[in-house]
């Protein structure tokens, strides 16, 4: 029901600096709105589907539909599009039956969104509250495997959600659907030792690594996927792997920057893409146009070298 705007922008223009600026501003006045950057050259798809030529170019969407557009560096045209659609966004307090019986489904399913679901204003990495920052950290430390939604996003939830849980402030944090509470208690939980038994862990990165490196025998880390590549080295590693005929699984490095630098540095090999067989790094572009020149490729994906 909030209005989300999408900022399409690209890092080496300048005009696009300056519009971040206005849009962080805007983001403070307007705190029901949602406000995303997103590089236009890096999701190719996305910019084809919406016709985005040139940047900045921003997008404003309600319930998942386009209406409006502004292309251009237009810091008070941006403004008078973001007041104006806010406030005809704006929710009205629910005044029959039907309407808070619709919240209170639409509660239940983010509280159950994640076995661990926090709560709170802003997100894990940009909290907005002092209380909030603690909570994140206090269960970053303790490795607890965490989903969050930020209050500040929608005025609905933010409201409900203190009536829905009979708890008036946030941050709340929530295991399997039930409200554990707040940062006093979960301080408290923390101090007796308990905390780790309720909240599930996180997976360890050096285990989720091992783990999709291993999900199939032939894995391939790039920018992109298979059907569309995002980097001319990606796209000449797929070409001569596809020559080879052997089945292969992708992972799209730009979609996760934990898995992105994590595995530099796991496997001792600063760029992408990187090539696995059987578990075992092969190695980059380069290696592998070598291995093919001398013949060796097509045994290693099979796994006969």
Same mark, same amino acid.
């Given at each position: 029901?909030?209005?989300?705007? #999408?900022?399409?922008?690209?890092?080496?223009?300048?005009?696009? =600096?300056?519009?971040?600026?206005?849009? =962080?501003?805007? %983001?403070?006045?307007?705190? *029901?709105?949602?406000?995303?950057?997103?590089?236009?050259?890096?999701?190719?798809? #996305?910019?084809?589907?919406?016709?985005?030529?040139?940047?900045?170019?921003?997008?404003?969407?309600?319930?998942?539909?386009?209406?409006? @557009?502004?292309?251009?560096?237009? %810091?008070?045209?941006?403004?008078?599009?973001?007041? @104006?659609?806010?406030?005809?966004?704006? +929710? !009205?307090?629910?005044?029959?039956?039907?309407?808070?019986?619709?919240? /209170?489904? @639409?509660?239940?399913?983010?509280?159950?969104? =994640?076995?661990?679901?926090?709560?709170?204003?802003? !997100?894990?990495?940009?909290? @907005?509250?002092?209380? !909030?920052? *603690?909570?994140?950290?206090?269960?970053?430390?303790?490795?607890?495997?965490?989903?969050?939604?930020?209050?500040?996003?929608?005025?609905?939830?933010? &409201?409900?959600?203190?009536?829905?849980? /009979?708890?008036?402030?946030?941050? *709340?944090?929530? +295991?399997?659907?039930?409200?554990?509470?707040?940062?006093?208690?979960?301080?408290?939980?923390? %101090?007796?030792?308990?905390?780790?038994?309720?909240?599930?862990?996180?997976?360890?990165?050096?285990?989720?690594?091992?783990?999709?490196?291993?999900?199939?025998?032939?894995?391939?880390?790039?920018?992109? !996927?298979?059907?569309?590549?995002?980097?001319?080295?990606?796209?000449?590693?797929?070409?001569?792997?596809?020559?080879?005929?052997?089945?292969?699984?992708?992972?799209?490095?730009?979609?996760?920057?934990?898995?992105? &630098?994590?595995?530099?540095?796991?496997?001792?090999?600063?760029?992408?893409?990187?090539?696995?067989?059987?578990?075992?790094?092969?190695?980059?572009?380069?290696?592998?146009?070598?291995?093919?020149?001398?013949?060796?490729?097509?045994?290693?994906?099979?796994?006969?070298?």
């Amino acid at each position: 029901r909030s209005l989300v705007v #999408v900022h399409f922008w690209a890092p080496w223009a300048p005009q696009c =600096a300056q519009m971040n600026e206005v849009m =962080a501003a805007l %983001a403070k006045e307007h705190t *029901q709105v949602t406000f995303v950057k997103l590089e236009a050259e890096a999701v190719p798809e #996305v910019s084809e589907k919406y016709g985005i030529s040139s940047v900045p170019t921003f997008l404003f969407f309600k319930n998942s539909q386009k209406v409006d @557009r502004l292309d251009g560096a237009h %810091a008070p045209e941006l403004t008078k599009k973001v007041q @104006r659609h806010a406030s005809s966004s704006s +929710v !009205s307090a629910a005044s029959n039956d039907s309407a808070k019986e619709d919240l /209170n489904v @639409r509660l239940n399913k983010l509280i159950n969104a =994640a076995p661990c679901m926090l709560f709170m204003k802003g !997100s894990p990495k940009e909290p @907005r509250c002092g209380f !909030s920052k *603690q909570m994140v950290e206090i269960l970053n430390k303790h490795g607890i495997a965490f989903s969050s939604f930020d209050i500040f996003s929608d005025e609905e939830v933010r &409201q409900g959600l203190k009536i829905y849980s /009979n708890w008036p402030t946030y941050p *709340q944090l929530y +295991v399997a659907g039930e409200l554990i509470g707040g940062l006093d208690i979960v301080k408290e939980l923390e %101090a007796s030792g308990e905390l780790d038994s309720i909240c599930p862990k996180a997976q360890k990165l050096e285990d989720r690594l091992k783990m999709l490196i291993n999900k199939a025998p032939v894995m391939l880390f790039m920018k992109g !996927s298979k059907q569309v590549a995002k980097c001319g080295f990606s796209k000449q590693i797929i070409e001569i792997i596809n020559n080879t005929g052997v089945d292969y699984e992708t992972f799209d490095i730009l979609e996760d920057e934990e898995v992105r &630098q994590g595995l530099k540095t796991y496997s001792n090999w600063p760029t992408y893409p990187q090539l696995y067989v059987k578990g075992e790094l092969v190695g980059g572009l380069d290696i592998v146009k070598e291995l093919k020149e001398s013949g060796e490729l097509l045994p290693i994906l099979k796994g006969e070298n």
